[in-house]
């Protein structure tokens, strides 16, 4: 965010998405969970914690950098390798609770950024669409929601992709090895850190959400007909 600061819109728009991709991630983690016989999750509390609780401190910095982050793991019942494939489901609920935003927000960019035609009678009236400051607003809303649909996926702990592939993988002594480092030596949050901050500190260097943001967006535009290039 702190590259945006000058940029109205865009700062609204990436604050806006930032607070609903929060709630709406936690809720659909935990109203999926309920539904497959998981109390846990709703049991914790999460569904009316305050934003810093959903939030690590870490996650926290990268936002206010970057304008993208991670939440908080949600506790669920993983004990049994069947609860592990119900855990997996209602963890992959989050990620899909940003996608569904970023394709909301690509609809509603659709309409705000092209002229609105109202026709009376036999004659046509055009009234510009809302354009400028809303259109900008709108777009910044899906590009967070789809870069945080990203994050939320890559592979690391304590990431949503992490939690699912450690917790499908299998329960070799190395495997749960890597995992302790990943997790509880905050090795998996160093390595998304780095994912997230030194594409925007230093320039040239790759990033994994850029390289992933225009193919994504660009897809769910050609769903409805938006060219997005």
């Given at each position: 965010m702190l590259f945006h600061l000058a940029e109205p819109?865009?700062?609204?728009?990436?604050?806006?998405?930032?607070?609903?991709?929060?709630?709406?991630?936690?809720?659909?983690?935990?109203?999926?969970?309920?539904l497959l016989q998981d109390r846990g999750?709703?049991?914790?509390?999460?569904l009316t914690a305050s934003v810093k609780d959903r939030v690590s401190p870490f996650s926290a910095v990268a936002m206010i950098i970057s304008g993208v982050g991670w939440t908080e793991p949600i506790p669920m019942n993983?004990?049994?390798r069947k609860r592990r494939f119900h855990v997996a489901v209602?963890?992959?609920?989050?990620?899909?609770a940003y996608l569904v935003l970023a394709f909301a927000a690509i609809i509603g960019f659709k309409f705000v950024s092209q002229p609105l035609i109202i026709v009376e009678g036999s004659r046509i009236v055009e009234i510009a669409g809302a354009g400028g400051f809303v259109a900008k607003l709108v777009l910044w809303l899906a590009v967070t929601f789809a870069s945080l649909f990203i994050v939320s996926l890559?592979?690391?702990?304590?990431?949503?992709?992490?939690?699912?592939?450690f917790g499908l993988g299998p329960q070799s002594p190395s495997w749960r090895k890597a995992e302790y480092q990943l997790r509880e030596n905050n090795v998996g949050i160093v390595i998304l850190l780095a994912a997230i901050l030194l594409p925007?500190?230093?320039?040239?260097?790759?990033s994994v959400v850029?390289?992933?943001?225009?193919?994504l967006l660009t897809g769910l535009a050609d769903i409805i007909n938006l060219h997005i290039r």
């Open positions: 819109a865009a700062l609204l728009g990436i604050v806006l998405a930032l607070l609903i991709g929060i709630y709406a991630h936690d809720t659909a983690q935990v109203i999926v969970a309920r999750p709703l049991r914790s509390g999460r993983d004990v049994w209602a963890v992959l609920a989050g990620p899909l890559i592979p690391i702990p304590p990431a949503d992709g992490g939690r699912v592939l925007k500190l230093f320039l040239g260097f790759p850029d390289q992933l943001l225009l193919p």
